[in-house]
């Protein structure tokens, strides 16, 4: 969303016209980002990686000690991504999601009192949708599109999948007037480097609505007449693109189809989705020929439900959601509300996903909201437990860079409506000469260690990442549901999730649920604390104690569990030359392997002939893993090797793997 946007677009009456609701079968994964976990980068606000492409004079600062100095650009561009590959490893995610790509406006048209703001740096704004960034790559276009391919291909290298921000919906704001008086402007009091229309062939008056903006006092309750106002009517003042007229959606939608198929990107989130047709976006997600999840801002699942379907978007973050987390566990409500947005009230609503349930994407904050931890007062414990539930619970979950910092808004207060200043901070804090303070990247923290076992824990419970949810106890201030996976190789794995969002113990015998595995006997295990173990009485109920503002979560203790007996796999790792100092090491996505961190992985490994190394580990028996070979030297440099990750599928007995570094 843009700086632009009123409050009104916030708060939603939940009523929905019939007829509108889109219903599917059940998606598949593979159509969509379940089993992923998301990190959210704006990339100007992550690392400065090459201060070559910084934009000059007025519209650059590295200071934010005032509400200003979050409006201009702070420099942070795609090989700052490249450079912190390692910090976002660590956290253990498999994706991440970038800002919008293309070339954005430099300076906006004036304001009511005649300001002009810089707009650039969060790309929203686009002046020309055929370039990529200068900001975030280089001054020469095609230098640009090559860095961004070369962060596609370094993310890929490291096993993470690349999200693109698109931007279909509008353009920057240049257009003035409505109707037959829409015009470019010139002249006047213009900063200088006014981009007074966008880049061919965008700079055609007639591919735009030119209806003015959208007024939101009046869009609820939802009835149709207002979703198509919403369509063709400009937000915040930009240039809304006619999709209509065949010229502009053919000249919009082949620039995203070519920064998807030309760098290889995995997916792509669609900005403002809400002022779109469900099957135009449907059509742009075909097109692209990857999976795509849009932004509906507004807290009514019928009404969000409408852009998730075999006609519209594979799926949609989760507003409702969203917001239910920050009055439940940021405030303290009561998650059995069913007369606000609870947990239990949009919950009981995922049937209108038609099936897509796991599809949404559940988020705690964003770039566009107050960061969680200053909507819950500062405290962590609450931050950590709703970034638990979102792990846990249905849905695909993405976390907004610098939460695993213990950081909220930069001045530690609310932002009403958009919050799009203070909550924006840089990951590398400098004064105004451009001095470092405060480096955000430390991989100490609680919450970035919390978010590494949080990604562990779902990797190696896959009912976490597909699983059917099932409500097992709502109360004031205690939800516990399970996760079950219902079919397919891996039927009936299941965990057992409880949250507590008060501030003292509470303890409830809950019932196992008729569709569960789960039987009388059967011993639970904690997945953070292998000491905390309930077992399942004989009438099928479990008692479970959670702390305030805490967690458990459970999973079947097994008697006799293949996966720990090992066998030994003899490496062969050919053609890797190295430099003295340097040595071949193996990292994946096990505990043998090191869990993709680099400083636990296996080796270094033995040279009886130059330049084959050898690699002998221990692997369980029966198991599909995910592995690379490194070179790393003394120092800690890492080289990966190039392609996409090995897989190794162990059996019952030991054997050998070779293959070219």
């Known amino acids: 969303m843009k700086a632009k946007r009123v409050l009104a677009i916030l708060l939603s009456v939940c009523t929905v016209s019939s007829g509108l609701i889109v219903k599917d079968t059940k998606a598949e994964a593979a159509d969509s980002l379940q089993g992923e976990s998301v990190y959210q980068i704006m990339v100007d606000r992550f690392y400065d990686g090459d201060p070559s492409n910084n934009a000059k004079g007025e519209a650059f600062r590295t200071a934010e000690y005032i509400e200003d100095d979050f409006r201009y650009m702070h420099g942070g561009d795609w090989q700052g991504i490249i450079d912190k590959i390692d910090y976002i490893k660590g956290m253990g995610y498999t994706a991440i999601w970038i800002s919008p790509v293309a070339d954005p406006q430099l300076w906006g048209m004036p304001d009511s009192t005649g300001k002009q703001w810089p707009t650039a740096y969060h790309g929203y704004n686009v002046y020309d949708p055929n370039r990529a960034s200068r900001y975030f790559g280089a001054s020469n276009a095609e230098e640009s599109e090559n860095k961004l391919k070369e962060l596609v291909n370094v993310c890929h290298a490291n096993g993470l999948k690349v999200i693109i921000d698109v931007v279909p919906n509008h353009v920057g704001d240049y257009i003035q007037g409505t109707g037959g008086n829409a015009h470019y402007i010139s002249g006047g009091n213009l900063k200088e480097g006014t981009q007074i229309k966008p880049a061919a062939p965008f700079d055609n008056i007639s591919y735009y609505h030119n209806n003015g903006d959208i007024d939101f006092s009046f869009e609820h309750p939802h009835e149709p007449w207002k979703t198509a106002y919403l369509e063709d009517h400009d937000l915040g003042g930009l240039d809304d693109v006619d999709l209509d007229n065949y010229a502009a959606k053919s000249a919009m939608f082949n620039s995203i189809e070519y920064w998807i198929k030309t760098t290889g990107a995995d997916a792509i989130r669609v900005d403002a989705a809400k002022c779109m047709k469900p099957s135009d976006i449907h059509e742009l997600q075909s097109r692209c020929g990857v999976t795509s999840f849009g932004e509906n801002f507004d807290m009514c699942p019928e009404f969000v439900s409408q852009w998730v379907g075999s006609n519209a978007e594979d799926g949609m973050l989760d507003f409702p959601l969203f917001q239910a987390i920050v009055n439940d566990f940021a405030y303290g409500q009561n998650f059995n509300n069913t007369s606000e947005l609870s947990i239990q009230k949009v919950f009981d609503s995922d049937g209108v996903y038609g099936g897509r349930a796991n599809n949404m994407v559940t988020f705690i904050d964003n770039h566009d909201r107050n960061r969680f931890l ?110 079950r996976i219902d079919s397919g190789e891996r039927e009936g794995e299941e965990v057992i999730c409880a949250f507590n969002n008060a501030g003292y113990t509470i303890t409830n015998n809950m019932q196992i649920r008729k569709e569960s595995s789960i039987k009388p006997g059967d011993v639970l295990v904690n997945v953070f604390d292998s000491n905390d173990r309930v077992t399942v009485s004989k009438d099928s109920k479990v008692e479970v104690s959670v702390n305030g503002n805490s967690n458990k979560i459970y999973r079947v203790e097994k008697g006799e569990n293949p996966d720990k007996e090992t066998v030994e796999v003899s490496f062969k790792i050919k053609n890797a030359d190295t430099y003295w100092g340097q040595n071949v090491y193996l990292v994946g996505d096990c505990d043998e392997f090191g869990n993709w961190n680099t400083k636990e992985a296996v080796g270094p490994g033995k040279c009886p002939n130059y330049p084959t190394w050898e690699v002998n580990v221990k692997l369980p028996k029966n198991k599909r893993i995910e592995f690379k070979a490194i070179k790393m030297d003394d120092n800690g440099n890492v080289v990966w090797e190039n392609g996409n990750n090995r897989v190794i599928e162990t059996g019952d007995s030991d054997m050998n793997y070779e293959f070219d570094f």
């Open 374 to 483: 200053t909507e819950a007062g500062g405290n962590v414990a609450k931050m950590q437990n709703a970034l638990t539930f979102i792990f846990t619970c249905r849905g695909v979950p993405v976390v907004f860079q610098g939460t695993e910092q213990n950081k909220g808004n930069a001045n530690g207060q609310i932002i009403n409506g958009i919050a799009d200043t203070w909550n924006r901070w840089s990951m590398v804090k400098k004064d105004i000469n451009g001095n470092v303070i405060t480096d955000y990247f430390n991989t100490d923290t609680d919450t970035y260690k919390l978010i590494a076992k949080l990604n562990k824990v779902r990797q190696e419970n896959p009912a976490l990442q597909y699983g059917t949810q099932r409500e097992m106890w709502t109360a004031e201030h205690y939800y516990a549901f399970s996760r």
